[in-house]
């Protein structure tokens, strides 16, 4: 079933009044008609209405509310991607992936071994297209929320935006001990805000990581092999997304 994010200005009664670019995707690229499902999510309220589609008009569609739902697909924690900026168009990737496995925001850093280099005007451009792609990704993997992709963020401006995080780690090719890797991540925790750091494709300059660590950033390792950014951002995330679930999922039955 296709999902579309509404305002919650767009519920009346027991109807849902659809607007804006979602209209012309539902009625000239999906083809929808009267009679089919949909599922249109309030990001607001935190609410999920299954509809069937009554209306097709020139500006807008009209949808029948069938039922409310009001259980909660996040993650129980919020995880901060910092991302080093890659070349090409690796960053879609790694935003696609990143809001599938859960992640509540994702900061584009620009770190010292980055080759992509964004002026001002390029940057938001980049960072608008960044925002669509995470929509279309929260749509398709029934989030109740679009994460948001932030202004890039330098190295340093970076730090100071985790500084009151919980859990604050970032992979780092010369780091060893996969069970302090373990441990780190087993200190993740339902309630708690995480930042997890990721290095561009030359990785980070030692002078980061010295940085990183006086702000309380642990250095960890995936592994003994070297990860693509792409790969290092996707592990790590799964690995978050299934400490977290299991978590949620023994304090529901009441083992914690």
């Given at each position: 079933?296709?999902?579309?994010?509404?305002?919650?200005?767009d519920?009346q009664?027991?109807?849902?009044?659809?607007?804006?670019?979602?209209?012309?995707?539902?009625?000239?690229?999906?083809?929808?008609?009267?009679?089919?499902?949909?599922?249109a999510?309030?990001?607001?309220e935190?609410?999920?209405?299954l509809?069937?589609?009554?209306?097709?008009?020139e500006?807008?569609?009209?949808?029948?509310?069938?039922?409310?739902?009001?259980?909660?697909?996040?993650?129980?924690?919020?995880?901060?991607?910092?991302?080093?900026?890659?070349?090409?168009?690796?960053m879609?990737l790694?935003?696609?992936?990143?809001?599938?496995?859960?992640?509540?925001?994702?900061?584009p850093?620009?770190?010292?071994?980055?080759?992509?280099k964004?002026?001002?005007?390029?940057q938001k451009?980049?960072v608008?297209?960044?925002q669509?792609?995470?929509?279309?990704?929260?749509?398709?993997?029934?989030?109740?929320?679009?994460?948001?992709?932030?202004e890039v963020?330098?190295?340093?401006?970076a730090?100071?935006?985790a500084?009151?995080?919980?859990?604050?780690l970032?992979?780092?090719?010369?780091?060893?001990?996969?069970?302090?890797?373990?441990?780190?991540l087993?200190?993740?925790?339902?309630?708690?805000?995480?930042?997890?750091?990721?290095?561009?494709?030359?990785?980070?300059?030692?002078e980061e990581?010295?940085?990183?660590?006086?702000?309380?950033?642990?250095?960890?390792?995936?592994?003994?092999?070297?990860?693509?950014?792409?790969?290092?951002?996707i592990?790590?995330?799964?690995?978050l997304?299934y400490?977290?679930?299991?978590?949620?999922?023994?304090?529901?039955?009441?083992?914690?």
């Open positions: 079933m296709y999902q579309f994010f509404i305002e919650p200005s519920v009664g027991g109807q849902i009044v659809m607007t804006g670019s979602d209209v012309n995707h539902i009625k000239n690229v999906l083809r929808m008609r009267a009679g089919e499902k949909i599922a999510v309030s990001e607001a935190g609410k999920k209405y509809c069937e589609i009554v209306r097709l008009e500006e807008g569609i009209i949808c029948r509310v069938l039922s409310v739902e009001e259980e909660d697909t996040e993650l129980p924690a919020k995880i901060f991607l910092f991302q080093g900026l890659p070349k090409g168009d690796k879609e790694i935003l696609q992936k990143a809001v599938e496995l859960g992640c509540f925001e994702v900061v850093v620009a770190c010292r071994r980055c080759v992509v964004l002026d001002e005007k390029k451009s980049r608008s297209r960044w669509g792609i995470s929509e279309a990704a929260a749509k398709q993997s029934g989030r109740r929320i679009i994460p948001r992709v932030h963020m330098r190295f340093s401006e730090l100071r935006y500084a009151d995080m919980d859990v604050k970032i992979p780092y090719e010369q780091a060893e001990n996969m069970f302090e890797t373990k441990r780190i087993d200190t993740a925790e339902p309630g708690q805000r995480i930042a997890v750091f990721i290095g561009p494709e030359g990785g980070f300059e030692a990581i010295e940085e990183a660590k006086r702000e309380g950033v642990i250095p960890v390792t995936l592994g003994r092999r070297i990860l693509r950014t792409e790969t290092a951002a592990t790590v995330l799964s690995w997304m400490r977290l679930e299991q978590m949620a999922e023994e304090r529901d039955k009441g083992n914690l």
